[in-house]
């Protein structure tokens, strides 16, 4: 979900729209990270569940199936509406643009994952301009009565609900609708987008945010407007091998790659927390990484803090009633009163994570990789 910070609490507790989907037919993406097959031995798991971990494993990846994404694009317009996005502007954010969601998607995955339309596979579908009655749209947003009259008339235009992984509903602004980009998963999931057709949005709602996400400056999960996903979420999506995703199980010094060149280094250090949970599993993780400049998407300056620095993030993180975080990445900052964007660990310093109790000490940094001490 993408909003305005104002708007958080408001996002948070707002009902879910009434739209109802079919259950997943066999062998169906489901975005959320899920693939479900009928040939499945076990009972799937609720979408969005991350399977408990074992000892000090960390939780396992989400499972997502890579390829093309079939994505449908709806374009609505409402009685008080002033402006309204055209298709040709969707189609370019979504599909087309070399900065578009596409494009970004192309890129942070190594072209395994890509947007792309069904009965148009490489410009994409977009369907509308439909001009919907919405009487008092100023005081409600009827996201599930707007999508419900959007897919009947798009029908007659060759929509078939089942083909499709995901539908983007854009409607022109309203504030009776506090947020920019909200979410639904079914199959298929259901995107909104309220007015505006941005990139970052796009990327953003059609991530791995059937887990949560933290509000930070170097994540398209977070609040950054088109960065790389963070090597947590990577490997969240099955975009890191094994190979490159380390425990650190005990005390010690350990070398990182960046996630965005490496293919045989560390690009991803999980540190258990050394608490406990009942059943004998870590009570949190701290995750660790480095980036570089890479690409389109990644364009950071050379004395940007993240590329001079290790990002360290809390992670795979259950809701925290003490401190009222609720996500599964939250950035974590040594120097909170200059804000996030220099979060990251430069040489020489510490930080101690007052929830997990893992202490981790900058030693130093080169072009191509970062050491760091881990104190248990």
């Given at each position: 979900m993408r909003g305005l910070r104002a708007t958080l609490i408001a996002v948070a507790i707002f009902a879910a729209p009434t739209v109802i989907r079919a259950q997943s037919p066999p062998d169906h993406l489901n975005l959320c990270g899920r693939f479900v097959s009928e040939a499945a031995n076990a009972a799937p798991e609720a979408p969005g569940?991350?399977?408990?971990?074992?000892?000090?494993?960390?939780?396992?990846?989400?499972?997502?199936?890579?390829?093309?994404?079939?994505?449908?694009?709806?374009?609505?317009?409402?009685?008080?509406?002033?402006?309204?996005?055209?298709?040709?502007?969707?189609?370019?954010?979504?599909?087309?643009?070399?900065?578009?969601?596409?494009?970004?998607?192309?890129?942070?995955?190594?072209?395994?994952?890509?947007?792309?339309?069904?009965?148009?596979?490489?410009?994409?579908?977009?369907?509308?301009?439909?001009?919907?009655?919405?009487?008092?749209?100023?005081?409600?947003?009827?996201?599930?009565g707007w999508t419900e009259q959007a897919e009947g008339r798009a029908a007659a235009d060759g929509f078939h609900i089942a083909a499709y992984d995901s539908v983007v509903v854009v409607n022109p602004y309203?504030?009776?609708?506090?947020?920019?980009?909200?979410?639904?998963?079914?199959?298929?999931?259901?995107?909104?987008?309220?007015?505006?057709?941005?990139?970052?949005?796009?990327?953003?709602?059609?991530?791995?945010?059937?887990?949560?996400?933290?509000?930070e400056p170097f994540d398209v999960m977070g609040e950054s407007p088109e960065r790389h996903f963070s090597?947590?979420?990577?490997?969240?999506?099955?975009?890191?091998p094994s190979s490159s995703v380390k425990v650190a199980r005990k005390s010690g010094t350990y070398k990182l790659e960046p996630s965005e060149l490496s293919r045989h280094g560390v690009r991803l250090l999980l540190v258990p927390s050394p608490d406990r949970n009942p059943d004998g599993s870590p009570s949190g993780w701290i995750g660790l990484e480095i980036r570089v400049r890479?690409?389109?998407?990644?364009?950071?300056?050379?004395?940007?803090?993240?590329?001079?620095?290790?990002?360290?993030?809390?992670?795979?993180?259950?809701?925290l009633p003490d401190t009222g975080e609720d996500s599964d990445s939250i950035l974590l900052d040594p120097t909170p009163l200059t804000g996030p964007s220099d979060a990251p660990l430069q040489a020489g310093r510490s930080l101690t994570d007052p929830v997990t109790h893992v202490r981790v000490t900058m030693l130093g940094i080169g072009g191509r990789w970062a050491r760091v001490r881990i104190d248990l």
């Open positions: 569940t991350i399977a408990a971990p074992h000892r000090d494993e960390p939780p396992p990846p989400l499972g997502v199936a890579l390829g093309p994404r079939k994505i449908a694009v709806m374009l609505l317009t409402l009685p008080d509406a002033t402006r309204s996005i055209t298709p040709e502007q969707a189609r370019t954010v979504v599909f087309t643009g070399p900065r578009s969601a596409n494009a970004f998607y192309r890129e942070v995955s190594q072209d395994r994952i890509s947007l792309r339309g069904v009965l148009n596979p490489v410009d994409g579908d977009v369907f509308g301009p439909y001009a919907l009655p919405a009487p008092a749209t100023r005081r409600m947003c009827d996201l599930g309203t504030a009776a609708c506090p947020f920019f980009g909200y979410t639904t998963y079914g199959f298929p999931n259901t995107v909104w987008l309220n007015g505006l057709v941005l990139t970052g949005i796009v990327a953003h709602e059609l991530g791995p945010s059937c887990t949560s996400y933290e509000f090597a947590w979420h990577l490997y969240l999506l099955g975009l890191l890479s690409g389109v998407f990644d364009d950071f300056a050379p004395d940007d803090p993240v590329v001079r620095g290790v990002s360290v993030r809390r992670v795979g993180t259950p809701y």
